[in-house]
């Protein structure tokens, strides 16, 4: 079954200029997995400090895979050691 990832992004104003890069790291990487159909990065317009990535994959396996891997893992984990950065998944089947 395909899923939807959704990921939300939550960060202090003043740290959009080092969340941005890391985001583009994990935006160049995932692409290159098993099974990752697609993304959308959305930015919302009432809170700039939020943004939100759609992620497309064929099944909750290949995402369960990218999710537990090393590499997404070392990436993220720069994330998470920004204060006040705050990642949540939601994962819905279609």
Not at 53 to 74: G, H
Not at 84 to 89: A, H, P, Q, S, W
Request: no cysteine.
């Amino acid at each position: 079954m395909t899923v939807r990832v959704l990921i939300n992004y939550k960060f202090p104003p003043s740290r959009e200029t080092e969340v941005l890069p890391i985001l583009k790291e994990l935006r160049i990487r995932v692409p290159q997995q098993p099974g990752y159909i697609s993304s959308e990065y959305l930015k919302r317009v009432d809170a700039p400090n939020e943004m939100v990535v759609i992620s497309t994959w064929n099944s909750i396996n290949e995402w369960n895979t990218w999710f537990k891997s090393k590499d997404r893992y070392v990436t993220q984990s720069k994330l998470d050691e920004i204060p006040g950065v705050k990642t949540e998944y939601s994962i819905y089947g279609f």
